[in-house]
Nanobody, 126 residues
Framework: QVQLVESGGGLVQPGGSLRLSCAASGFTFSSYAMGWFRQAPGNEREFIAAISWSGNTEYYADSVKGRFTISRSNAKNTVYLQMNSLKSEDTAVYYC???????????????????WGQGTLVTVSS
């Protein structure tokens, strides 16, 4: 079955950086787009970044554009999220997911699988 295991979260000061990883299994990773979501306390889950199966197309929500970078290694079945210039409002649990259908022409549309990992907590605080 699909397994998504996020890691790399922690406590970081404002302006700092973190790199999240998501190890995926149970599906053909290289054929799926991958995305990152986050959920802050009391908020709905927010879609923040995606990358196509080839890595040629990336999408970022306005809230993270210019600060976060998504990347992937199809050899390692892993997707990454490099987070720089972190702000207190980035505090959340971060999740990854996969999408079997993803269009380069509508990169903001990402329909995730019905399978979520445990997430990794990022806390930005001084």
């Amino acid at each position: 079955q699909v397994q998504l295991v996020e890691s790399g979260g922690g406590l970081v000061q404002p302006g700092g950086s973190l790199r999240l990883s998501c190890a995926a299994s149970g599906f053909t990773f290289s054929s799926y787009a991958m995305g990152w979501f986050r959920q802050a306390p009391g908020n709905e889950r927010e879609f923040i970044a995606a990358i196509s199966w080839s890595g040629n197309t990336e999408y970022y929500a306005d809230s993270v554009k210019g600060r976060f970078t998504i990347s992937r290694s199809n050899a390692k079945n892993t997707v990454y999220l490099q987070m720089n210039s972190l702000k207190s409002e980035d505090t959340a649990v971060y999740y990854c997911n996969a999408a079997p259908y993803y269009s380069d022409y509508d990169p903001e549309i990402f329909n995730p699988l019905d399978a979520w990992g445990q997430g990794t907590l990022v806390t930005v605080s001084s």
